[in-house]
Nanobody, 128 residues
Framework: QVQLAESGGGSVQAGESLRLSCVAS????????MGWFRQAPGKQREGVAG????????SYADSVKGRFTVSKDNAKNILYLQMNDLKPADTATYYC?????????????????????WGQGTPIPVSP
């Protein structure tokens, strides 16, 4: 498994921006699929955004589309999440996760629902 370490979290007010970083170690192929997830108090963990290093494709939860941007610096092995116009509903602990690309029915895809390597998480409280 790849080691992951998030940074950049902290308290913000509604409307402000924040950028999270996630440094990944180990073999490159183990981090071709990387994503951001979050878990609010009393709620289930949910996917926020993901990126496939194989083809550069990205995916977002509907709740963050247009406000959050996921990107990756492959040379530095760093995953980013730029979060703009933060809302109190975005309050959660944010985690990055990674795994290798899977081959499904002849296609190379990221199975974001089953990523196996996880960071420790960074809390982001958003006040009104």
């Amino acid at each position: 498994q790849v080691q992951l370490a998030e940074s950049g979290g902290g308290s913000v007010q509604a409307g402000e921006s924040l950028r999270l970083s996630c440094v990944a170690s180990e073999d490159a192929h183990l981090r071709d699929c990387m994503g951001w997830f979050r878990q609010a108090p009393g709620k289930q963990r949910e996917g926020v955004a993901g990126i496939n290093s194989d083809d550069g494709s990205t995916s977002y939860a509907d709740s963050v589309k247009g406000r959050f941007t996921v990107s990756k610096d492959n040379a530095k092995n760093i995953l980013y999440l730029q979060m703009n116009d933060l809302k109190p509903a975005d309050t959660a602990t944010y985690y990055c996760a990674a795994d290798s690309i899977q081959e499904v029915a002849g296609r190379r895809v990221c199975l974001y629902s089953s990523l196996r390597s996880w960071g420790q998480g960074t809390p982001i409280p958003v006040s009104p």
